[in-house]
Each structure stands twice: as C-alpha cells, then as structure tokens.
C-alpha cells in the first residue's frame, strides 16, 4: 500500500468552478503538507506550504489538513483555464527527524478546466 | 521563480553510454535532490545532498551517481545507459531543515 493516495483523474470542470483536490495517507507522523502544480513539460511548483491541521488560504487556493482523518485536500475557486495542469500533493516528516527534507509525493490528479 | 537549471532537457542516447545529467542552482541552497518522474508514478527521490561533499542515496535504488564538489552544482551521471533508464529526472533544492523544494523544468531521458 502507497504511504499517499490520490486519484490520477483526469478531472474536467468547466471555467469558473470550484474545485476539489484530495490526498490520503497512512502515516500519522507526517507533519507538514505540500502541493504543488506541474505544467507540461515543465517541474513542479510550490502552490501550498501547510503544517499540521487546519486552512490556510492564498488568493483563489486553499489547503485543509484533517489529520486526524489523514486526509488534505486542495480548492481552487473560480477555475480558469491557465489551472490546467497535474496537482501533486506532498509531505514529510517533523523537522526534528533526520529523514525532514524527504517529501513523499502523491502520484498527481491531472486537471482539465475548460472554457 | 525558482533559479534551479537542468540541461538538457532532452536526451536521446543509445545504451551503453555513459551521460552526464547537469543540475545548477543560484540561490545558495545547501541541500539537492534528484527525482525520478515517470507517467502516472510519484517522484521517486534516487540522490540528495546536504552540502559540498555528502551524498546519499534516496528511497528508489538507482545505477547513477552524483556528486557536489560546488554548492551550486549536483551532476547525475549514468556510466552505462539502458532502456530501463528512460525517465524525466527531476532536480531540486532546499534552503534549509524542512524548507520546500525548488524543482528545476527536468531532464527527459529516452535510451535507444
């Protein structure tokens, strides 16, 4: 069993809705929350920076942690096209441990907003 | 944006040779990483570096080897290339203990 899920998609949605990224995982040690967005042909982006539970918001994104359900997710309001692109969902361990720096990836949802 | 540069950003080769994958950074961070990236997999970290001389192997067992002589540079060379090498090769780096990574635009890699 993969330490982090989430759904491949693709996900289609029409310009100017809301949007619903998720990933689960297993282990509970895990502190700080990542997304990040990768454009074809190019690396990953940092979107979101996040530690432990709760909301933090920036311009149309914002991530949610549910630790106790080891569950985050990622909206994005008001699509627009330039969104489309594959949403990589990250973590890692607490700063405290020697293994900090690692991140463990989600496979990615690829996301398809249309006009 | 992130000052992270990988060159090329594509490869074609035939197996058996030996290539050099360049990855550099302008931000004077003292930890990078390579990861593996294929078509519906995670990234896969296979290198990582805290500093000029210390590498470590990550999580995904790799045939290439890197090393840091500058801090701004972390090559990954593969001596002998083989089909099974076929990948997107991603660099990053970090500023500091539990900083976010940069990512550099990759390295796609075909062997022939």
């Known amino acids: 069993q993969k330490e982090v899920e989430q759904d491949p998609g693709p996900l289609s949605v029409p310009e100017g809705a809301i949007v619903s990224l998720n990933c689960t995982y297993s282990n509970s040690a895990f502190q700080y929350f990542m997304w990040y967005r990768q454009y074809s042909r190019k690396g990953p982006e940092l979107l979101m920076y996040t530690y432990s539970s709760g909301n933090k918001e920036d311009g149309r994104f914002t991530a949610q942690v549910d630790k106790s359900s080891k569950y985050i997710s990622l909206f994005i309001r008001d699509s627009q096209p330039s969104d489309s692109a594959t949403y990589l969902c990250a973590m890692r361990l607490g700063i405290n441990t020697g293994t900090a720096s690692k991140l463990t990836f989600g496979t990615g949802t690829r996301l398809q907003v249309t006009l | 944006e992130a000052d992270i540069y990988q060159t090329p950003r594509y490869l074609v080769i035939g197996t058996g040779k030996k290539i050099t994958l360049e990855c550099s950074q302008t931000m004077g961070h003292d930890k990078m990483y390579w990861y593996q990236q294929d078509p519906g997999m995670e990234l896969h970290l296979i290198h990582y570096?805290?500093?000029?001389?210390?590498?470590e192997k990550g999580d995904l067992s790799s045939e290439s080897t890197v090393s840091r002589i500058r801090t701004e540079h972390f090559p990954l060379t593969l001596e002998s290339a083989r089909p099974s090498h076929t990948s997107q090769y991603l660099c990053a780096s970090s500023a500091g203990q539990g900083t976010p990574l940069h990512f550099g635009n990759g390295t796609r890699l075909t062997v022939t």
């Open positions: 570096s805290y500093g000029v001389n210390s590498t």
